[in-house]
């Protein structure tokens, strides 16, 4: 599976199986109501080049997101109308700020 949509869906959690995901390409989880993500599935998400998050109640991206090197896409808004935007984006793989294209009312800063 390359692509999984489960935006608009009240989703508090994605599942830990998800790790098993991963020729994963794309994940659109907008709209839900998640609190947190699966640590184990994103760091098996290595081929993810889109992830779009934005109108959830997560108040950061996990560590476990600096591995996502193919990453060009990230729609890091939150808040109930994606108003704001993730104080802090984990870096540490090969993705910097350049690569990504961030769909942000304001600019995501790249912890070091």
């Known amino acids: 599976m390359q692509r999984v949509d489960v935006s608009f869906n009240q989703l508090r959690a994605l599942p830990d199986a998800w790790s098993a995901l991963t020729g994963l390409l ?3 989880a ?3 109501q998640l609190t947190a993500l699966p640590t184990d599935a994103m760091r098996a998400w290595g081929a993810l080049t ?3 998050l934005h109108r959830n109640e ?3 991206l996990p560590d ?3 591995p996502l090197t193919q990453l060009s896409h990230l729609d890091c808004r939150f808040g109930s109308g994606g ?3 993730f ?3 984990p870096s540490g793989g090969t993705v910097s700020a350049h690569q990504l294209q961030l769909l942000c ?3 995501c800063i790249m912890a070091s």
Do not use: I
């Open 50 to 52: 889109r992830l779009f």
């Open 83 to 85: 108003e704001r935007c």
């Open 30 to 32: 907008r709209a839900n």
């Open 26 to 28: 794309e994940l659109d």
């Open 64 to 66: 476990a997101f600096a």
């Open 58 to 60: 997560l108040p950061e």
């Open 87 to 89: 104080g802090r984006v």
């Open 105 to 107: 009312p304001v600019v």
